[in-house]
């Protein structure tokens, strides 16, 4: 094997091109056989910690003999050997160098990687700090948990700009969910990001998205294809607008358009109207919608409406249930009737899940809190015969005590306890018409 052929030790072995000389080195430390020494001395100091020898490797009979010359030696230190630095600085020292000295004239500039992992480190703290008080994340205190898992994974683990482009890029899209009229993904990733296939399959982009909305249904993350779909689906994207509706009770618009037409003979029988995403897609003006009644009441459950109808009947006033998680036909209703001025209330169930979705509406379509406190939630225990538990219960960011006083008493109140209560609030408004 040549010369040229041979190891040349540590930290790759890097050959200088007329390195020589240079910052007052002279010429013969410089030399090719003296490299292994020169790049594992560079390697270990660049650690930016404490070094007192290095280890040189794989060293044929030219670069032992130019080691022992220049340490003084009286025999080859053989193929591998460790080497002390301050034994090497002191034979340095009669030419005024040491061994950072020639290392950096002969490798290049000595990096400090302890220093770098520090700097990293805190450039990382601030990366999740800011992530987590986000205005989105404030607004729905379950994105926590998302941060905290994205947090964990430690992904990737350098370029920090990346990762935090990722991110303004992620709640961006988040902040524009859920979608009101069904548009296609690649249309909410040109609006958002500015590439329509920024959004495709399993790049990074969507994968932080989509486990960020998956923590808002606290459901496990997507697993293939046709559940990437179903949770895009969930929160508006690429969806069927015929099938995706939300039901009303109590609707009587001022328009004349056909919905609103059809909506108040609904409501003067004093039935349920079911309202489709197709339907609300032909309203162009807010006004259309527009209620006489100033108040619009919210609720979760189903079962809630038609206690409502079944007591007040024609008499309720203007009901909207969004059926558990709200669908893109719920969010665009009440979008709708809150730009025609109606003031949205909603009551949901006290649960974790309950928590999360009032959370969501608050921050998506501008919902207040109808009996939503700390206080009614305690109000309600008596009437529970039934101990459910809450599941993950999350901050609300209404009521700073809520989450607190269902977690201490660990029981969940759905809906369907309050009705009463809630009917009754509904036949006081009525009252007031």
Not at 123 to 130: D, K, S
Not at 187 to 199: K, M, N, R, V
Request: aromatic fraction near 4%; glycine fraction near 8%; include cysteine.
């Amino acid at each position: 094997m040549s010369t040229d052929e041979r190891p040349t030790g540590s930290a790759g072995g890097r050959t200088p091109e007329g390195c020589s000389g240079r910052l007052g080195v002279p010429e013969h430390l410089g030399r090719k056989a003296l490299l292994p020494l020169w790049n594992a001395v560079h390697d270990r100091l660049s650690s930016g910690t404490a070094v007192r020898s290095v280890t040189v490797r794989g060293l044929d009979e030219e670069e032992q003999a130019a080691l022992a010359d220049l340490l003084g030696l009286v025999s080859y230190p053989g193929a591998r050997t460790s080497v002390r630095l301050d034994r090497l600085d002191r034979a340095l020292a009669p030419l005024g160098l040491d061994a950072r000295a020639v290392a950096s004239a002969v490798v290049g500039p000595i990096d400090d990687r302890a220093a770098h992992r520090v700097r990293t480190a805190e450039e990382r703290e601030r990366l999740w700090a800011w992530l987590a008080s986000s205005p989105l994340v404030s607004a729905q205190p379950a994105l926590a948990r998302w941060v905290e898992l994205i947090r964990a994974d430690r992904v990737p683990r350098g370029d920090t700009e990346g990762l935090r482009r990722r991110l303004e890029q992620a709640l961006a899209v988040l902040a524009a969910l859920p979608l009101a009229d069904g548009r296609p993904l690649p249309t909410l990733a040109a609006e958002t990001t500015g590439d329509p296939h920024a959004l495709d399959g399993t790049k990074a982009l969507p994968g932080l998205v989509l486990r960020a909305l998956a923590v808002l249904r606290d459901v496990d993350a997507p697993a293939n294809a046709r559940e990437r779909r179903a949770l895009w689906g969930g929160f508006g994207v690429d969806c069927d607008s015929h099938s995706t509706s939300v039901l009303v009770l109590g609707l009587r618009p001022s328009g004349a358009g056909p919905l609103a037409s059809t909506l108040r003979v609904w409501a003067d029988t004093g039935r349920a109207a079911v309202v489709t995403l197709d339907q609300l897609s032909a309203v162009s003006d807010s006004a259309e919608l527009a209620q006489p009644c100033p108040v619009v009441f919210v609720v979760e459950n189903p079962s809630v409406l038609a206690h409502a109808q079944r007591v007040l009947g024609s008499d309720c006033p203007p009901l909207v249930c969004v059926s558990g998680w709200p669908n893109s036909a719920a969010i665009a209703l009440l979008r709708t009737l809150s730009e025609g001025g109606a003031e949205l209330r909603y009551h949901g169930d006290f649960d974790g899940e309950g928590l999360r979705i009032a959370a969501h509406l608050m921050a998506v379509a501008g919902v207040a809190p109808w009996r939503m406190g700390a206080d009614d939630y305690l109000a309600a225990l008596p009437g529970v015969q039934e101990a459910p538990a809450p599941g993950r219960v999350t901050p609300a960011p209404w009521d700073p005590d809520l989450a607190d006083a269902i977690t201490a008493e660990g029981v969940a109140v759905h809906e369907e306890r309050v009705a009463d209560t809630l009917v009754a609030d509904l036949r006081a408004a009525a009252a007031k018409l």
